[in-house]
């Protein structure tokens, strides 16, 4: 037999009396709450003013064991629904809890996963501009390298026909030197012949045919210096094109020397190649000033 059916076996109650404590006890529930401080001592007094019997019992029977039984056992029944009450309140504070941490933890799974896409598409973005600047920087040195392709071309082309107005130069040159010895000669010849005609009365038939291949000889050399002047002309022109062609080139060089320090891809090997104008431009400015020299001489002969 449990304690509360020893209680109520030995303790009468009346039936409105126990629908009073029952009401009073809902009213006073733990839940939601906390149990009051006063709880024992409440039941206490409600023990005592809803149990009349029991007063008249306990100023009847002071100093008996049954008084004592009897307070002991109502401790008993309080205690014991009280136990109930908090255990009932920590299962639906464990429930509520449970149900807490599985909510907090799919919040934290959610956040997670919602992290864990942001830094993917951050990701993804670097590396879109990553691949965005390496093909930018392709299309760039393959610019750069039509360009300079185009150059070095066009360089090539002012280099060849530099080359041969040189060598056309040379050969007028050449030939204008002899006619102006050719037309020395025969002025000297002449002049002899003129003088071997006065002392000797050379007839004017032979006079005339010597002046007139002396007029053919002088028109001869001033169609090769007028030859000579368009020659030089061109060559000079061409000379600008050469020298605008490199420049450029110049220029597309060191715009690659910047992109290669700036994305290292290939070793620099063109420190020679950078020299070599430099070098052939030298070389045909000296020949200009020796033609330049050359033709102030002619001209002043």
């Not at 109650?13 to 009051?36: G, I």
């Not at 392709?149 to 060598?167: F, H, I, M, P, Y």
Request: hydrophobic share 30%; charged share 35%; aromatic share 4%.
């Amino acid at each position: 037999m449990s304690l509360l059916e020893n209680s109520t076996a030995r303790l009468p109650v009346d039936p409105s009396e126990s629908n009073d404590t029952d009401k009073h006890r809902q009213a006073h529930r733990l839940y939601p709450s906390l149990p009051n401080i006063d709880r024992y001592e409440f039941w206490c007094n409600t023990g005592e003013e809803l149990h009349p019997s029991v007063k008249l019992e306990n100023t009847q029977l002071q100093g008996s064991s049954h008084k004592s039984d009897v307070n002991m056992k109502t401790q008993i029944l309080i205690l014991e629904e009280q136990k109930n009450e908090l255990l009932s309140i920590n299962e639906k504070w464990a429930k509520e809890y449970r149900t807490m941490v599985h909510y907090y933890k799919e919040k934290v799974e959610e956040l997670k996963a919602l992290q864990q896409c942001d830094r993917f598409e951050e990701e993804e973005g670097k590396h879109v501009t990553l691949n965005r600047l390496k093909l930018k920087v392709i299309k760039g040195k393959e610019s750069a390298q039509t360009e300079e392709g185009d150059a070095s071309s066009e360089k090539l082309e002012a280099q060849k026909e530099v080359k041969e107005l040189r060598a056309q130069n040379s050969a007028l040159t050449r030939k204008g030197q002899h006619q102006h010895e050719e037309i020395r000669r025969l002025n000297k010849a002449l002049k002899e012949a003129l003088q071997a005609s006065q002392s000797l009365g050379v007839d004017n038939e032979t006079l005339d045919i010597w002046k007139h291949q002396a007029e053919v000889f002088k028109e001869d050399f001033r169609k090769e210096r007028r030859d000579r002047e368009k020659l030089k002309g061109k060559y000079l022109e061409l000379e600008k094109k050469y020298t605008k062609a490199h420049n450029e080139l110049h220029v597309l060089r060191s715009q690659m020397t910047w992109t290669r320090q700036l994305h290292p891809v290939l070793n620099c090997s063109c420190a020679n190649q950078a020299k070599c104008p430099n070098s052939e431009g030298h070389q045909v400015s000296q020949h200009h000033m020796k033609l330049q020299r050359r033709c102030t001489l002619d001209n002043k002969q």
